[in-house]
C-alpha cells in the first residue's frame, strides 16, 4: 500500500528549496506513492517555478492541479 508525504517549502530560496527537495527524496520510504510540495505563489512564482522544472530520476511525473500554490510529484517505484 502506498501512501502520500507533504514538504512545505515556504519562506526557502530556491536553492534552499532544491537542497531539501533533494534530501527528502533521497530519503524517501520505498512505499510513497505521491510528494506533495508546497511552495506558495502569491509571493512570487519563482519558488513555484523552480520546483515545477525540479528533476529527480525518482520522479515518475508531476501533477499541476487547480492549486498554484503547490504540485504533486508522483514517486517511481523503486
Not at 9 to 19: D, P, W
Not at 50 to 57: A, S, T
Amino acid at each position: 500500500m502506498s501512501y502520500f508525504m507533504e514538504e512545505d517549502l515556504h519562506g526557502l530560496s530556491c536553492a534552499q528549496a532544491k537542497e531539501r527537495l533533494d534530501d527528502i527524496i533521497k530519503r524517501l520510504p520505498s512505499d510513497v506513492g505521491e510528494l506533495t510540495v508546497v511552495h506558495g505563489y502569491r509571493g512570487g512564482t519563482a519558488l513555484r517555478d523552480m520546483v515545477r522544472k525540479y528533476k529527480n530520476p525518482r520522479i515518475e511525473r508531476k501533477i499541476l492541479g487547480t492549486n498554484q500554490g503547490s504540485t504533486i510529484f508522483v514517486i517511481r517505484k523503486k
